[in-house]
């Protein structure tokens, strides 16, 4: 199995190949550096990002806060992290950078005040 | 008879609090500046508050911040330098009557006011390009926004737009928007780019594989059709030249069309008062304080030309304060001679116009077509840097030297195969 995309890492936007056997890494090719190539294994091994969201707020200025995971989350998890954002519900104050909840030990975090 | 009109008395207004806006007046302050700066929405923050991905700060913070996160780190300093500022307040009009004399008419919840002032900054950011623009026909139905609209709707209301969605633009717009419907849980059934290539940044476009959405290039919406709500759209391919394709129609059937198809610069404002305008940039034509050519009117941001980074609309607006500043001290902006600053092959557009040559600048510019390892060169001067790879999605930020301004009467900026 061959993996193919465009290395984000930094604007060079290298091309990257990954060859995968049996669930492992064969070869890496493309990438003229190494963090590109820690950030292509990543991505094909056990990919994460961060999630953003907005949750409903009672008594602020706008009816919503926005919110962020305050580290990246595993790809295959995040419609599950998505469904338990969806059941949140704030109350003002809220200030930016509080951390209005936590699921699975990860903190999520105001990005807005309300 | 009318009523009087209360007069108000600065030595600058900004018209916009977004991050140009909010830039400016925090310097402008700092430089020892009475400042007003005005915004019609309840919110300061521009388009940012509604901006929930990150992706912002990275130069200017040395942080990766979220959109909102960015607004309110501006904010706070604004509110704890105290300066003045008003919110749900539409600027209706500026009048230029002299150089040290303006007058920016506005009204806000509690009444119409007139407020003089020596220099204006005008930051009011950019419009969205509708569908009517790109040439859409068919029914009048409910369910077709702006990416902007969608987003307000979702991210500061709460309301998801709509079920199945198609877009229109593959720009970062375009993209992130594609990611907030999907992760929302709505069906992304398409995004439709005229161009060949997707016009969004190489980490954006990853979001595409991520949702499993399918990217149409070559591709344009061209139809809307429904009862009332958008029911399905009509997708046709185009040729190498932009031109449609007959026979290769296709219907996709959403309730939703999201238009991404770009912003321009919004200077209605500045045209009335004769400012001239940059057709390539849609924004006005400046020099190297950001000075329009009606003196003492400066203007940052997406007003001054479309930015993909924040950072920079936040150094634009600091910019504009400092130029003010030299502009009230003095009673005008002198430069023995301007340097103008024109645009050779490959580059589509590029800002400032004008240089002194008694500061260092900062050059923004787009070129019109991909390329992979080229130069970009200004030969008057024999400046040459290589450049691995160039997007027209992707602005570029050159930085010149006095001394490297001062050599030359004009400087031609191209980028060309190394
Ligand atoms: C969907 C999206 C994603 C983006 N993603 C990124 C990203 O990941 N990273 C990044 O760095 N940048 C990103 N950007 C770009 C960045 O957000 C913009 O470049 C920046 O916000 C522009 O700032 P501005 O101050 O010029 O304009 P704006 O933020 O648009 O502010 C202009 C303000 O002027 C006010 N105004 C206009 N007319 C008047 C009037 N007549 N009277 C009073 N007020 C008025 C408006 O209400 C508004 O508040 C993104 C933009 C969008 C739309």
Known sequence: ?114 | MFPRIPMLSYDVVVIGGGPAGMAAAIRAKELGLKVLLLDENDYLGGILPQCIHPGFGLHYYKEELTGPEFASRLAKRLVELGVEYKTATRVLEIKNYSDLEKVVIFTSPSGAYQAWAKAVIYAAGARERHAFEIGIVGDRVSGIYTAGEAQTLMDIYGIMPGKEIVIVGSGDVGLIMARRFALEGAKVKAVVELMPYPGGLARNVMILRDFNIPLYLSHKVVEVRGKGRVERVKVVRVDENLNEIPGSEFWIEADTLIISAGLVPSVKKLKAIGVEIDPATGGPVVNDRLETSVPGIFVAGNSLLINDLVDYVAEQGELAAEGAKEFIENGGIESRKWVKVEKGENVRLLVPHYLSGDRDVYLYLRVSKPMEDVELRIPEIGKRMKLPVVKPAEMLRIKLRAEEIRKAKKLTVEVVKA
Do not use: H
């Open chain 1, 1 to 114: 199995m061959i993996y193919r995309f465009t290395c984000i890492v930094c604007p060079l936007g290298c091309s990257i190949e990954v060859e995968m056997e049996d669930g492992k890494v064969k070869e890496v090719r493309g990438c003229t550096c190494p963090r590109g190539k820690e950030w292509a294994i990543q991505e094909v091994t056990n990919p994460k990002r961060v999630v953003m969201s907005v949750v409903p707020v009672e008594g602020g200025a706008l009816p919503t806060v926005s919110v962020k995971t305050a580290e990246p989350v595993p790809k295959e998890k995040i419609p599950e992290l998505m469904k338990f954002l969806s059941k949140l519900k704030l109350k003002a104050p809220v200030k930016v950078g509080e951390t209005v909840a936590e699921w699975e030990g990860i903190k999520i975090v105001a990005t807005r005040g309300a």
